[in-house]
């Protein structure tokens, strides 16, 4: 199946500091990325939608000022935690869809990003 | 109201047994997916299986089945000679708008089960 890769796996950083997480489509074209956030044993929650060469669409409460995506390129979206708090210390998880693939009915997952802030 | 309900915040099952894992949704739309995810310790999101509002056979991929009924809403998950390494969070998630382009598969999750595989 296809592979959406996520960068990094983990980090920890220093409160009023930005973080930038990498996704990248492995071997398929993703003109829609998602970007969801996953608080301790809880589900995962949708943050936004990020599309290519456009601006991404931000879900209810997110703010979209702290957390900037941007998706240059058919194989690469970024999610950028700007000024970052404790409370933003969560499980960040990117997916893709593969439209034009074997695979169309099947969203690929990233491996997710743990981050700290301390 | 929920979109995806999972009722069962835990269960438990022997290896080599059967499971059903419970989902129900809540949806307008006719067009819509149904998706079961594992998530193991390390956080990854596993993909299992996919069914379409408009399949009329149940899906199956190896030891996964999805109970698909449709009146009653509901996309149960059955795990088949359960293994030790089934032991995970499992998480029924909903796509709407299947084809529309509107919603292009942004998902909802359920809140998920811990299933624990006992030797």
């Known amino acids: 199946g296809a592979v959406v890769s996520q960068h990094p796996s983990r980090v920890i950083c220093k409160s009023g500091t930005s973080v930038k997480i990498e996704c990248r489509s492995l071997d398929f074209q993703a003109t829609t990325m998602f970007w969801y956030r996953q608080f301790p044993k809880q589900s995962l929650m949708l943050m936004a939608t990020s599309n290519e060469g456009s601006k991404a669409t931000y879900e209810q409460g997110v703010e979209k000022d702290k957390f900037l995506i941007n998706h240059a390129s058919l194989t690469l979206s970024t999610l950028t935690v700007t000024s970052a708090h404790p409370e933003d210390s969560s499980f960040y998880i990117c997916?893709?869809?593969?439209?034009?693939?074997?695979?169309?009915?099947?969203?690929?997952f990233g491996q997710g990003t743990r981050l700290t802030v301390v | 109201a929920q979109k995806i309900t999972q009722t069962q915040p835990g269960m438990f099952v022997q290896e080599k047994e059967a499971v059903t894992l419970d989902c129900t949704y809540d949806?307008?739309?006719?067009?819509?997916?149904l998706f079961w995810y594992k998530q193991p310790s390390s956080g990854e999101m596993i993909f299992l299986i996919y069914q379409g509002s408009y399949d009329e056979q149940n899906a199956t991929e190896g030891r996964y089945s999805l109970n698909f009924q449709k009146a009653r809403k509901s996309a149960n998950l059955v795990i088949s000679a359960s293994q030790l390494g089934d032991s995970a969070m499992y998480f029924c998630?909903?796509?709407?708008?299947?084809?529309?382009?509107?919603?292009?598969?942004?998902?909802?999750f359920g809140k998920g089960t811990l299933l624990t595989v006992n030797p």
């Open positions: 949806t307008s739309d006719q067009s819509y997916g």
């Open positions: 998630a909903m796509s709407e708008g299947f084809d529309s382009g509107g919603s292009n598969y942004k998902l909802t």
């Open positions: 997916s893709a869809r593969d439209r034009g693939g074997l695979f169309d009915t099947e969203a690929f």
